[in-house]
């Protein structure tokens, strides 16, 4: 007898956020809250564990917003600003938790994390207290969390290779323009996938609405929800030009992903 595994999404926003700082267009004044965008972050949970993919500049906000109340792992896509800021707010799951938070990275990113919060991996004695982490390096193979793997998927973000990551019938697939025969392979039979659609118009490293309903048509999922959205899309009129198995995600959405695990 396993543990239900839900996802819930922390922030559906691209790296500015929406609504994005001094616009003022239909979508950034909306009063829909599904068009308040954090960054982009999602929560598994499963049991009592709860793992969170990326630790966007707002992870406090979403960590509120989500009642959230421990920190059992991070698993982190890649090193840009939107994906890794908020790594420091989990301090105070260490001290409630009596323990150290692994984390896990590919090495480019891992390398970044450690640079930017180079004060928490420093060996030099302090005074104050940091957030005690144990990274781990992300090295192609399934990462296993509590009985849960996590298998990292490499995907195109630009010209760099990054990761989502599939758990049991799920996959969450952020930034990228473009996914490899390869890691097609690895998203089949999928219950649940999120796919990022920054936009309508082309973006040299981000995907489309209309690139990700591609991806959904050759993997066929059972649901897709799509994320890392920009102020062009209006959730209302947006998601009603899409199949009706595929969503877009919105800031506290729940998904309860079929199977059970662990
Ligand atoms: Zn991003
Ligand atoms: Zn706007
Ligand atoms: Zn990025």
Known sequence: MGAPLKITVLGSGTSVGVPTLGCHCAV???????DNRLRPSVLVSYGDRRVVIDTTPDFRAQALRA????VDAVLFTHSHFDHIMGLDDVRPFNLRQKGRIPIYAAPDCMAVVQR????IFSAEPRDTFVARLD???IDGGAIDLFGLPFLPVPILHGART???????????????????????DLLRGLDV????ALRYKPHPTHSTVER????????????AFFTHLCHDLGHARAE???PPHVRLAYDGLEIAVDGCVA
Do not use: N, Q
Request: aromatic letters at 10%.
């Open 240 to 242: 009603s030009l899409l």
């Open 67 to 70: 009642r959230l109340d421990r």
């Open 212 to 223: 990700s309903i591609a991806t959904v048509e050759r993997l066929a999922p059972r649901r």
């Open 135 to 137: 990274p781990h390096l």
């Open 116 to 119: 930017v919060f180079e004060y």
């Open 193 to 196: 996938l999120f796919l990022d």
């Open 28 to 34: 950034c004044t909306s009063t829909d809250p599904r």
């Open 162 to 184: 990054i990761h989502g990551f599939r758990f049991g019938a799920a996959a969450y697939l952020t930034d990228h323009s473009d996914i490899p025969d390869s890691s097609m």
